[in-house]
């Protein structure tokens, strides 16, 4: 699983190139600050349910029995770590600010598992059976991006519904794509090619889309602040070092007594782990943010710091962690 700077520098590069097009678009007054309520509700209603749709129903790994009891356990650990990074986040990023502090919690909280997350998942393993369980990893990220991050995002619970888990733009769509999964025989993505290149060109379409978002939002941010801001720092180390660190912890019991042998000799769930909870921010984020009204300048400025510093944070903390696994 070797790799170096240069992988990890080009692939978080391409991601901060995709935010120019919409941050010149805004400067240039081509794109008024309505089109965030736009772009984010075409990200999060449309484009980004089909992530976990393209994964399970294009998927080359056979499925079985033991798959389901491991995409179970998968969900299982992600949940866990999720909670448990979130307590961090609480004990930390203090203040009066609710909506800001809100932003900086989101931003240390959610990784960008779908578009970071799983490139690196491939470049570290080139398993296909890995990649697969960083898609189910997703499914416990929208559920708690819908339910827990709406709370977090706007401060009042009464808005954190737990139907949400289910009833959530991703969820709904993943009604349907896991019994195809499950039932290839009917899987009529497969059986008819351009019902499948559908669904390819809507998940395509999410990275690019949710960096123009983010793009136009730093348009309108005093970039001068970037860099100053102590709790964007804190949120970014919660998110870079600490949460991966705490994915190791939760995972390496397991690894060392040998109860995952059985049903996952290679540890591929805990690399997994390690490497998803690693990554940058969510661009989501930002556009819940902007959706329930929540610190949009803020998320999108903490956004920008830690992608900025994961290029030096996840050599260092990938090399070191996965090689303890």
């Not at 998942?121 to 059976?129: P, Q, Y």
């Not at 801001?229 to 060392?256: N, Q």
């Not at 959706?291 to 290029?311: C, M, N, Q, W």
Request: a positive charge.
């Amino acid at each position: 699983m070797a790799f170096g700077f240069l992988d990890v520098f080009i692939i978080i590069a391409v991601v901060l190139l995709m935010m120019i097009p919409g941050f010149v678009l805004r400067k240039l007054n081509l794109l008024k600050a309505e089109a965030l309520g736009v772009l984010s509700a075409l990200l999060l209603f449309v484009f980004q349910p089909f992530v976990s749709m393209k994964a399970f129903v294009l998927s080359d790994i056979p499925p079985s029995g033991q798959m389901a009891i491991n995409m179970l356990i998968v969900l299982g650990f992600a949940f866990l770590i999720h909670l448990i990074v979130f307590l961090v986040l609480k004990l930390i990023i203090r203040g009066n600010d609710k909506l800001q502090n809100g932003a900086y919690t989101a931003c240390g909280l959610f990784s960008n598992a779908g578009f970071v997350g799983i490139p690196f998942v491939w470049l570290l393993t080139g398993d296909n059976l890995a990649v697969m369980y960083a898609t189910v990893f997703i499914i416990s990220f929208n559920a708690l991006l819908w339910t827990l991050g709406v709370y977090i995002i706007t401060g009042d619970i009464k808005k954190m519904k737990p139907i949400k888990v289910i009833l959530n733009p991703a969820s709904l769509v993943l009604f349907l794509a896991i019994p195809l999964y499950f039932l290839p025989q009917i899987n009529f993505f497969v059986k008819v090619p351009m019902f499948g290149e559908m669904v390819n060109y809507f998940a395509i379409a999410t990275l690019p889309v949710s960096m123009l978002l983010v793009g136009v939002r730093m348009a309108d941010v005093n970039l001068k602040e970037l860099f100053t801001c102590l709790k964007s720092y804190l949120s970014s180390a919660v998110k870079l070092i600490v949460a991966p660190l705490i994915a190791l912890l939760v995972m390496l019991p397991f690894v060392l007594t040998g109860a995952m042998k059985s049903f996952d000799p290679e540890h591929r769930i805990a690399i997994v782990m390690v490497i998803l909870f690693a990554m940058p921010p969510a661009a989501s984020t930002v556009a819940m943010c902007e959706r329930y009204e929540g610190d949009t300048e803020t998320s999108a400025k903490t956004f920008v710091l830690a992608t900025l510093l994961a290029i030096v944070t996840l050599p260092a903390v990938l090399t070191l962690l996965i090689n303890v696994i």
